[in-house]
Each structure stands twice: as structure tokens, then as C-alpha cells.
């Protein structure tokens, strides 16, 4: 099992920042990659970035350029600093992992993040 627990949401005005973190626990020696979805009201969950352990980022091209993943392997924790944030951003926004060995993915509690105009 894997306890994913996500901090740093909350209410930010457009062009503003939040980094978000999300620390790994349990069986986490086969987990890779993590990264981070997010889900807006009535709207599909989408990714928006991932990070493999060797540092290979992917991102949505809605993101690109203002946001940046990144992950800390000693202490099982990955990042998401997100820049220049828009309304459109606003979403909860959940961690995730995937165990490559068992091919099951794990999913945070999620974090709201909520950017006004």
C-alpha cells in the first residue's frame, strides 16, 4: 500500500503562485512515476504533469511554461511550484502515483486550488 499526502492549496488571485507537495509512504519502492491531475467542476480529471524517478517531466500544454514538477527521491515528495496561475487553473488537484510492479495507481486526498480574477 502507498499513502499519498498532498499540502499547499488554497485561494490565490490571477497571475499569482502556489507550490503544491506531495510526500509518499508505505511500499513505495516500485512507485514510478507521480505527478499530478487536476479536476475542475464538471469537467473530466486531466493530467498536469508528471516526473519519473530519473527527472523525465511531461506536462499539458495548458501548463507549459508556468509550471514546474519536481521530486525529491530521498524524501519521497513531489512538487508542483505553478506560476502565473490563471482561473482557469482553478480545480482540485490530486497526487498520484503509479507501482510499476503491480500495475496499480494511487491517488491523494486531492487539495483545492481556487484562482480569482
Known amino acids: 500500500q502507498v499513502q499519498l499526502v498532498e499540502s499547499g492549496g488554497g485561494l490565490v488571485q490571477a497571475g499569482g503562485s502556489l507550490r503544491l507537495s506531495c510526500a509518499a509512504s508505505?511500499?513505495?519502492?516500485?512507485?514510478?512515476?507521480m505527478g499530478w491531475y487536476r479536476q475542475a467542476p464538471g469537467k473530466q480529471r486531466e493530467l498536469v504533469a508528471r516526473?519519473?524517478?530519473?527527472?523525465?517531466?511531461n506536462y499539458a500544454d495548458s501548463v507549459k511554461g508556468r509550471f514546474t514538477i519536481s521530486r525529491d527521491n530521498a524524501k519521497n515528495t513531489v512538487y508542483l511550484q505553478m506560476n502565473s496561475l490563471k482561473p482557469e487553473d482553478t480545480g482540485v488537484y490530486y497526487c498520484?502515483?503509479?507501482?510499476?510492479?503491480?500495475?496499480?495507481?494511487?491517488w491523494g486526498q486531492g487539495t483545492q486550488v481556487t484562482v480569482s480574477s
Open positions: 498520484y502515483a503509479l507501482d510499476i510492479i503491480i500495475h496499480r495507481d494511487y
Open positions: 508505505g511500499s513505495i519502492f516500485s512507485i514510478n512515476p
Open positions: 516526473i519519473t524517478r530519473g527527472g523525465t517531466t
